[in-house]
């Protein structure tokens, strides 16, 4: 083919405007996904608006979903980060969330997607992207309305940054009488080995053991895995960030804003077994749940108050 002279130079994109992340509404406007201009991307289901996908530039997967989990809004999400509100667990000795379903029903509820918002990148490495979602008694449906009759908002933020990904909550009470509430960031991690897992930043910290009795116990030392966990931390110091390593490797640091507990969880073979939306079997072995939230006591919002809160994992 011969070449045409001076031909124009293939246009560069738009010049000036630096790479900028892109967001996505797919599969039926049920998930909204969102990636960097350096190549890291989260998906999120707006059934629970559940964070299904974090993954690295290089395409790895850092959050744990079952193979089995429902993604077509049947029911809540095995896997990613599941929000719970306005219960944790179910409290049938609490009046008012006593007949809620466990976790209650903020991550098996369709949620808005509120927009988004980019910050210019200078470069390929400090882009940034929030996504926000919104549920409110307005959205939610009956069952739940009749369930839990208050007047609330939420919106959950989740921002994805090259070395980071934030999720935090704001609750606002929309009614005229207070209500209590409890909400955790319930996160599957993705580890290699969880014999191989230690959570350091939880020394000398109260937990109840929901394996042994729900006795309250004290954490000596790291945490680690050889069966079934399931404890609710209440950490002496709620600014000393949470660490999740393998083979003595860092792989996830939690910061918490105003979320006092720590829930670690694994199922371990039985558990497994025995929830039909956990796939493959043996997929306890590459999961960790370890969950910031404010769970181990009720806190109270007054009308027309909001409260915030919120993690950052940093990798
Ligand atoms: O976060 C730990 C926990 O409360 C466990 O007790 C276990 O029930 C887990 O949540 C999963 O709950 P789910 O309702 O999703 O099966």
Known sequence: MVDRPNKPQALATTPGLPPQAQVNIT??????S?????????????????????KDRAGNERLWL?????????????GGIPLVFPVFGTAPDHEPTSKL???????????????????ESSGQTDASVKLDFGLSTATIDDEAKKLWPFS????????????????????????DQPFEFQTLLH????IGDITKVKISGLEESAYIDKVDGAKEKQQTGDVTIAGEVDRVYHPASPETPVV??????????????????????NPWVEKAQGMGDFEPKDGYRNMICVEAGAVKAWTKLEAGDAYEGGQIISV
């Open 27 to 32: 599969h039926d406007n049920s998930r909204v």
């Open 34 to 54: 969102a990636v960097l201009p350096s190549g890291e991307c989260i998906e999120v289901l707006l059934h629970g608006a559940t964070v299904t996908s974090w």
């Open 66 to 78: 079952s193979e089995a989990a429902k993604l077509d809004g049947s029911k809540a999400v095995r």
């Open 101 to 119: 379903p466990q976790h209650g029903f903020a991550r098996n509820s369709r949620w808005d997607f509120l927009g988004k918002s980019t910050t």
């Open 152 to 175: 609330f908002s939420l919106i959950y933020s989740v921002t994805l940054t090259p070395d980071a990904l934030r999720t935090g909550i704001v609750i606002t009470n929309d009614g």
């Open 187 to 190: 996160t599957y991690f993705r």
């Open 244 to 265: 999740v390593s393998e083979s003595g490797e860092a792989k996830f640091s939690i910061v918490r804003d105003n979320l006092g507990d720590v829930v670690v969880w």
